[in-house]
């Protein structure tokens, strides 16, 4: 059974940086993409960052939103890529999801929650002005 797990929300301040983990276990990925999705209290789940591996080869895309702030990553070959966040604005404060799929999506796949099979539970990202 695979598992995802969020980690390393929490509540900051305006200009603050943060670092979001995601760690998988029950299997492990040569294939796939990776993205970070959020969803604020009474709004939609929005796409924030993705990662495509496909063999030796990455990519990434983000959202106009956070380009320039935010970088997805891969910290090391057991975990999957992180979100290092950057210059927190309050319009950043939401639950923070980890999604993968063991397939190269197609560029315009990537955005939408319906073409990832594993989520993990979320975590809590709260930026004070």
Request: proline share 3%.
């Amino acid at each position: 059974q695979v598992q995802l797990r969020e980690s390393g929300g929490g509540s900051v301040q305006t200009g603050d940086s943060l670092r979001l983990s995601c760690t998988v276990s029950g299997r492990t990925f040569s294939t796939y993409t990776v993205a970070w999705f959020r969803q604020a209290p009474g709004k939609e789940r929005d796409f924030v960052a993705a990662m495509r591996r496909s063999g030796g080869n990455r990519d990434t895309s983000y959202a106009d939103s956070v380009k320039g702030r935010f970088t997805i990553s891969r910290d090391n070959a057991e975990n999957m890529p992180s979100l290092q966040m950057n210059s927190l604005k309050p319009e950043d404060t939401a639950v923070y999801y980890c999604a993968v799929t063991p397939r190269r999506l197609i560029t315009s796949q990537i955005r939408w929650t319906n073409d990832y099979d594993y989520w993990g539970q979320g975590t809590q990202v709260t930026v004070s002005s």
